[in-house]
C-alpha cells in the first residue's frame, strides 16, 4: 500500500516539478493575486486531491514534495533561495503540505461529527461517550476514542490521524458550521507560521 502511495507521491513531484518552471517564467509578469491563481490551478488542485489517502506516509517519502513546496512558494515571491519558507507562507496565505492534509481530515471529521458522512464511517470513528460511561473532558466536547495502536502502519492511517487532529481542534471551532469551520480552521494552521517565525 505504501509503495502504491509513494509512487502517487512520485507523480505528484513530477507535477509539481513542471509547475516550478512555470513559476520561473512568469513571475516577473504576473502580479501576486495572479501568481497566486495559478498556484491554486497547477499546485494546490493537485496537492489537495487524495492527500487524504496519501498525506500521513512517511515523512522521508514527501521530503522531496516539501522541498518542492518550498521552492514553489519562493519563486512565487521572488524570494531568495535561501530564504526562510514559513514566512512567505504565512504572507501569502497558503498552507503547508502538512497542514493541507490536516485540514482535510479536520474537514472530514467536522462532517463526522455533524452527521454528514456515510454510515459506513459511524463504525471507524468510536464517540468517547460510547467507550467511557464517566464524563471526561473529551466526551464533553464530542471527541472521538484514540484506538491503541502500536505498529507503524497503524499509526498512520486515518482511523488513528482523525481523531488526533479532531482532538486537537479547539471546541469553539467544532460547534461552527462547515463553511466557517473550515474556514477559520485553516486560518488557525496558517497563524501558526507567524508563531514559528518568531522562534528562529
Known amino acids: 500500500m505504501i509503495n502504491c502511495l509513494g509512487t502517487n507521491t512520485i507523480n505528484l513531484e513530477d507535477k509539481l516539478a513542471r509547475s516550478l518552471g512555470i513559476f520561473y517564467m512568469t513571475r516577473h509578469y504576473l502580479t501576486s493575486s495572479a501568481l497566486k491563481s495559478v498556484y491554486f490551478y497547477l499546485v494546490y488542485s493537485h496537492l489537495q486531491y487524495t492527500i487524504g489517502a496519501w498525506g500521513?506516509?512517511?515523512?522521508?517519502?514527501l521530503n522531496h514534495l516539501y522541498v518542492l513546496q518550498n521552492k514553489l512558494i519562493r519563486?512565487?515571491?521572488?524570494a531568495s533561495y535561501r530564504s526562510h519558507a514559513t514566512p512567505l507562507y504565512h504572507q501569502s496565505n497558503l498552507l503547508k503540505v502538512n497542514d493541507i492534509y490536516h485540514l482535510e481530515i479536520a474537514k472530514m471529521m467536522h462532517?463526522?461529527?455533524?452527521?454528514k458522512l456515510p454510515q459506513a464511517f459511524d463504525d471507524y470513528f468510536v464517540p468517547v461517550t460510547s467507550v467511557h460511561t464517566h464524563i471526561t473532558r473529551k466526551a464533553i466536547h464530542g471527541n472521538y476514542f484514540l484506538h491503541s495502536i502500536s505498529s507503524k502502519h497503524g499509526k498512520r492511517s486515518i482511523r488513528y490521524h482523525g481523531p488526533k487532529i479532531w482532538d486537537s481542534v479547539d471546541n469553539t471551532l467544532q460547534r461552527l458550521s462547515s463553511i466557517?469551520?473550515?474556514?477559520r480552521y485553516r486560518a488557525h494552521l496558517i497563524s501558526q507560521y507567524a508563531e514559528e517565525d518568531t522562534a528562529f
Open 75 to 78: 519563486a512565487m515571491n521572488s
Open 56 to 61: 500521513s506516509v512517511p515523512k522521508s517519502t
Open 111 to 115: 462532517y463526522l461529527h455533524n452527521g
Open 180 to 183: 466557517l469551520f473550515r474556514k
